[in-house]
């Protein structure tokens, strides 16, 4: 659903080199966890240019495969997770009762566990902007890895044993090695592997003072989901994945997560053909489109809205959420929307936050555009005053169909990229049937004239969007409740 089982050529020489880096350094540890399982993400973008370089190369994937021979991503998530630290029992277990989650899961925290100790990790902008402002009990508290990093010394013999690894393989594989012979990879290496494991040093420190319980994330391979997964491995302390955006392979391959709170029955599907066992799996709904949509102001008045931004009164309103592709992809779509200027219809363009496109100035003069952002109004505001959305790919299309609005799913032409469009990711929506799907100018104005003149057609789509909801979304009214009991029993089961 969100990419495809079987390996392409990306993912497989993603996989392949990460297995090679983890087989070649699994000497370089640091309290028991190997360091290089903690630089899946930053190894990944490394090795962008060698990947894109060798995609196509079928010699090189012949001989990589005959060594490597991963076929599916449940080969790769299993050849990958099996790099486990030993575990070690923690003496009073039972008192480990803390809860350490993202800054962004404040909300989670302040309605159901108020009463708990909990720490929230500022690891992003994000996490420090949700508790700004927030009137956090005491027993609450934050933490920051860029407060603690700069105090860490390693001790010297860990540092001398490091340095002589390093040193000992540089030797060996500089003038072989068909990647690592680069002699930048190794400055590369040792610029990383200090770091790491000081980041280890901090976050188990933090956690054996803290008495932490459980460990709650949303993205299991950047720090510190792929620090704090392996210590929750080390101590047998439950790490717990709640995504709360829709992710593809490149988010989450490897986890090695106790437990996985995902949106419905169609997320964990993808899951158990991932390689995850169902019993780590729940369906619990997504509270970040609970907690969104009860900021939604139901007093909008639609007619004042179209007033005040100088909509005709006639007007159908149409949402387009961007996305961060290549330039050329969005103006694509924007040239498709230009063309349907003689139907009455307005367009709200609604910029993702990391989508730098100038849009007032792509979008010209032409009065029926307007550009909205999340500082201008809120998602929820604007689906309530949109009639139907349009999207590539964009989490916005469930909430879309939260909101009962239909889609229009866009398929323009979108090139390979190595982070962005790197298998059949992009075109999930196309394939759950989640709405009408448009390939070119033409067709999107045809499909959008027949849905503001055909109400059966208008209610056809909607309910089709219905449908994918069901299956994408479980029906919990009150998704924060469900994993707030998971959490609660995760952590009282270590007492028993």
């Not at 990589?64 to 099996?82: E, G, I, N, Y």
């Not at 680069?182 to 980041?199: E, Q, V």
């Not at 149409?318 to 592709?325: D, G, I, K, V």
């Not at 009408?436 to 209610?459: F, G, M, N, P």
Request: charged letters at 25%.
């Amino acid at each position: 659903m969100f990419g495809e089982e079987k390996l392409n050529n990306h993912y497989f020489l993603r996989y392949a080199l990460t297995k090679e880096f983890f087989d070649e350094f699994n000497g370089l540890n640091y309290s028991g966890i190997e360091l290089p399982t903690c630089l899946v993400r930053h190894f990944h973008l490394r090795i962008k240019e060698f990947v894109d370089e060798n995609i196509s190369n079928e010699p090189f994937l012949t001989f990589l495969k005959l060594k490597h021979p991963m076929q599916s991503v449940r080969d790769a998530q299993q050849a990958l997770s099996q790099n486990k630290p030993v575990r070690k029992k923690l003496y009073n277990a039972n008192h480990y009762k803390t809860y350490l989650m993202p800054g962004r899961f404040v909300q989670l925290a302040l309605d159901h566990f108020s009463t708990d100790k909990v720490v929230f990790t500022l690891t992003s902008a994000a996490d420090t902007e949700a508790v700004k402002g927030k009137k956090l009990p005491g027993n609450f508290s934050t933490f920051q890895l860029g407060d603690h990093l700069p105090s860490v010394h390693l001790p010297a013999a860990k540092r001398k044993q490091l340095s002589q690894f390093i040193n000992k393989k540089e030797s060996l594989l500089s003038e072989s090695h068909f990647l690592f012979k680069d002699p930048s990879f190794f400055t590369w290496l040792r610029g990383y592997i200090f770091r790491m494991a000081k980041m280890v040093h901090v976050y188990e420190s933090l956690i054996l003072k803290e008495k932490v319980g459980v460990i709650i994330d949303h993205v299991d391979i950047t720090v510190p989901g792929c620090i704090t997964s392996l210590i929750g491995l080390k101590y047998d302390i439950p790490y717990v994945s709640v995504p709360q955006v829709l992710m593809t392979d490149r988010s989450i391959i490897p986890s090695r997560a106790a437990k996985y709170l995902v949106w419905g029955k169609m997320y964990k599907a993808w899951l158990i053909k991932r390689g995850i066992h169902t019993s780590k799996i729940e369906i619990v709904g997504n509270m970040n489109f609970e907690y969104a949509r009860q900021k939604l102001n139901t007093s909008i008045d639609v007619g004042e809205f179209k007033r005040k931004h100088n909509i005709p009164q006639n007007h159908y309103i149409a949402t387009w959420t961007t996305q961060p592709f290549e330039k050329a992809v969005n103006e694509q779509v924007l040239d498709w929307l230009k063309k349907t200027e003689m139907l009455p219809l307005t367009f709200i363009i609604r910029p993702h936050p990391s989508d730098n496109s100038d849009y007032k100035q792509l979008a010209g003069k032409k009065g029926n555009f307007l550009i909205l952002s999340r500082e201008d109004m809120e998602l929820y505001d604007n689906l309530y005053v949109t009639d139907f959305l349009l999207t590539i790919s964009s989490n916005t299309a469930i909430e879309a169909a939260i909101m009962k609005k239909p889609l229009i799913v866009l398929k323009p032409r979108i090139p390979y990229h190595y982070e962005l469009n790197n298998n059949s990711f992009n075109y999930f929506l196309e394939n759950a049937s989640a709405g009408i799907v448009v390939k070119e100018s033409a067709e999107l104005k045809r499909e959008i004239e027949r849905l503001i003149q055909d109400k059966a057609y208008y209610t056809k789509t909607y309910n089709q969007g219905q449908s994918f909801l069901k299956s994408m979304i479980s029906p919990e009214k009150s998704p924060s409740m469900v994993i707030s009991r998971i959490l609660r029993e995760l952590n009282e089961k270590k007492s028993t």
